[in-house]
């Protein structure tokens, strides 16, 4: 089934260290690829997209995500990790066919320790 | 600040009853698109308005409906409310003209229903 998988559901990491979250989708063709973080109380924000091109994509607050054709996976990263980042982190795709609608995964909860 | 605003914030109401949640996005944005995030479902993707017109729908009930005015605000219903339609309803804008495009769409704070 066509799907967006985030494998890990919580991750706890201390402050200044480095951060991976993962996500891969199972779709025919390669859809648009987003990540949205969810601060407590408030809407979502986009970090990043990738549609094409450099596989390496840059977003704001310090993160970057690296697209895997050959592993279906769009992992985000971020090299030191701020107490301000916890948050969750939604992984969404718009599929390859039809309009812009999103698509996300279930999210990843993260937690920064000091 | 998105830009994005949905009214109200919060709303309480009983089973049984129908609401109306509202957006309004930002300015010079035609396409807005609704979404349910709760703890079983997640955040799902319920329909999509570009200029006045319906361009997609999702896993929308049918007790529930939207439309897009022509001052472009949206607005949701939801009716013979049931407590699983508790959840937090985000409504979200784009300059997509509703085919694919990958335009960015930014959220609004949400509004959280509660059905008691």
């Known amino acids: 089934a066509q799907s967006v998988t985030q494998p890990d559901i919580h991750i706890t990491v201390s402050e200044g260290a480095s951060l991976e979250l993962r996500c891969n989708y199972s779709y025919g063709a390669t859809p648009y690829l987003f990540w949205y973080v969810q601060s407590p109380g408030q809407g979502l924000q986009l970090l990043l997209k990738?549609?094409?091109?450099?596989?390496l994509v840059q977003g704001i607050k310090g993160f970057e995500a690296e697209f895997k054709r050959s592993q279906s996976s769009f992992n985000l990263r971020k090299p030191s990790v701020h107490w301000s980042d916890a948050a969750e982190y939604f992984c969404a795709v718009t599929p390859p066919f039809g309009t812009d609608k999103l698509i996300f995964g279930t999210g990843t909860r993260l937690q920064v320790f000091p | 600040d998105s830009g994005v605003t949905q009214t109200p914030k919060h709303l309480i109401t009983a089973t049984g009853q129908r609401v109306t949640l509202r957006c309004s996005p930002r300015s010079g944005d035609l396409s807005v698109y609704w979404y349910q995030q709760s703890l079983d479902q997640g955040l799902q993707f319920l329909i999509q308005?570009?200029?006045?017109?319906?361009?997609a729908k999702g896993n929308i009930l049918e007790r529930f409906s939207a439309q897009q005015f022509p001052d472009l605000h949206s607005e949701l219903n939801l009716s013979s409310l049931e407590l699983g339609d508790s959840a937090l309803y985000f409504c979200a804008s784009s300059v997509s003209t509703g085919a694919r495009s990958g335009d960015t769409q930014y959220f609004g704070p949400g509004t959280r229903l509660t059905v008691l």
């Open positions: 308005y570009y200029n006045g017109e319906e361009r």
């Open positions: 990738y549609f094409s091109g450099d596989t």
